[in-house]
């Protein structure tokens, strides 16, 4: 068993709310992220794979492939978006580091043929991230 | 002389778009940046001073100092705001990574009391960065 | 379950020295950091806290406190610091990389209302490393 | 018990092929690093050993010994290297990033006099690493 | 007058020989880099252009365009490539760090419609860089 | 003509007190770095030397011996060291960033035989850095 890391960077914007708190209980418990015009970041998501190597390619998976499915699944959704306007998982859902890291389990998960998925790390700065084992 | 670099972050949204474009003509040379809900960075700012070393305190200026000033001109302005709509420079000007630079200069240049603004540095992502010198 | 990570940098100084050990075998067995005088580092602590996603905050728990005890506990006491001669904990223990960060396990442990401390990582250098996950 | 990482750069060149493959299956499967020429990269490698702390020394093993080991084993045969055609263990084995760290593993683990090889982590680039436990 | 940078990566092999010199001296002047195999690393270019801000834009030139241009006058040619061997510019030039940065620098130039070009950063590992500035 | 740069790490420790000053004027002036047991820092020095490619070697100069001198002149002298009581030029020189840059220039500059030393950029954190140029 190796795992395999592949690790790719988008740009988005996002804000803290929840439509259930007072005006103040939202300013108190999320601070500056509570401003409604958002605010962004350099996101970069970590995606490992777990898997035996395949003794013909000496590879767990064809890393291209994974390549793709973050593009397409993950970086087509988020990359350049408003996170709660645009990326409808969002709609009802705070975009909180550690829920965006749980949607892009979601959304890769169910694309890969080879292999198990880990762990995806979702890092909103250097100094902050998650990492989410689907359990 | 010597030069001083101190460097900070912020997180902010912006989009491009310019009016006396056509939407066709804005899509076409802004790409994604033309979302107008627009999307984020973290951004890392680098001042750069350069003065005389003073025999006294063996530096060039208080660099606490350095960094309130960029805390109250610059990350009190920025941070955690939607640029285009929040930053007054940015009503009228797109706020490219040239242009923030531009502005960052300045808010900070006329409030140096010891030395000389040197060089602004803006990182909008670790492989895009702009400098400027003031001329 | 999820893993919240903040990391933050503190600069101290250290030496390494066992009044049991003879001059020569304090030389042999802990080489530079053997010198009395000390040396210091820019360390980076990274603090991972496990927990449930609430869902009324999309978070885990409040980073801000997070920061807050992290600040409170570790960087006021060991930030700027000589760590053998002015943290009480190394008066008899040999500030290692290993031993401070079972320091900071001890530090921070008690003080978290939600969620479960999971594990320190303590930098003494981008090549120098330690885990600790409190057992 | 704590986990104790050292990690180490080495420049290397590689190329994929397996010749049980068509020169089309080759290329297919493999792409760019299919080309015979090699290429390159700078590996870094993370060493971790998991221990307990020695209370004579608060080290869990002498990381100037676990240095000389990594130098000795891995980089003196791998540095500055087409692994191809220099490293005997890939005359028969493909040099990917999994089996380079898998042999890594190998060429450490016997090694180790005091504590337990917990991990390998095998950096081909800052996007894309491997981690090696062993089982 | 602002100066802008895009940066980019591209794995690559070479190694440092001179026909004039004796076996003896190319061991003594290259040293390691003298294997004819070749090694690799990562090498990150730094493309700096320097030009004024279109008011019309904020931009000093649409950087999708410098991307492009870098893709195909260097990472096509360079990328996954032995440069001794594959890239003629390297047939008679030995391709060290400062020479790989001149024949990007001639590489290009003659491609910039806007701007001019100020200077071309190659890293060939993190602790090792040239600068040319065109003269 | 081109400029190589060179960068190596180093631990050390120092503090910052003018015995000119009173204790009061000392604590204001320098804040936390006035503790006299001093604090510590993992320093990285980047040394640039310009000169012309020897067509021979592809090089300006040999970077092995650049390595050298930088071991022999600066990391010998201040590496796991306490700057203020172990350096001699710090016995009367304030060991701040600025202070230190213009001391490893002075140590570096007449034993270069080819080249001319362009500049030492000293990195205190990754977030502060001096670049000293000799005028």
Chains 1, 2, 3, 4, 5, 6 share one sequence.
């Not at 988008?10 to 103040?24: D, L, V």
């Not at 992220?33 to 350099?42: D, Q, S, V």
């Not at 996101?43 to 994974?66: F, H, I, Q, S």
Request: overall charge neutral; charged content about 25%.
């Amino acid at each position: 068993m190796i795992y395999v890391t592949r690790r790719a960077e988008f740009a988005a914007s996002h804000y803290y709310h929840n439509p259930k708190f007072s005006a103040e209980e939202n300013r108190r418990i999320f601070g500056k992220c509570n401003n409604p015009h958002g605010h962004g970041h350099n996101y970069a998501v970590e995606v490992t794979v777990a898997g035996e190597v395949d003794p013909a390619t000496g590879m767990v998976m064809d890393l291209k492939e994974l390549k793709k499915i973050l593009e397409k699944e993950v970086l087509d959704l988020m990359d350049h978006r408003f996170l709660n306007k645009e990326v409808p998982a969002f709609a009802t859902t705070i975009p909180t580091t550690e829920n965006i890291a749980i949607e892009i389990w979601k959304l890769i998960a169910p694309k890969l043929r080879i292999g198990k998925l880990h762990r995806i790390r979702l890092y909103e700065t250097p100094d902050l991230f998650v990492d989410y084992l689907g359990e």
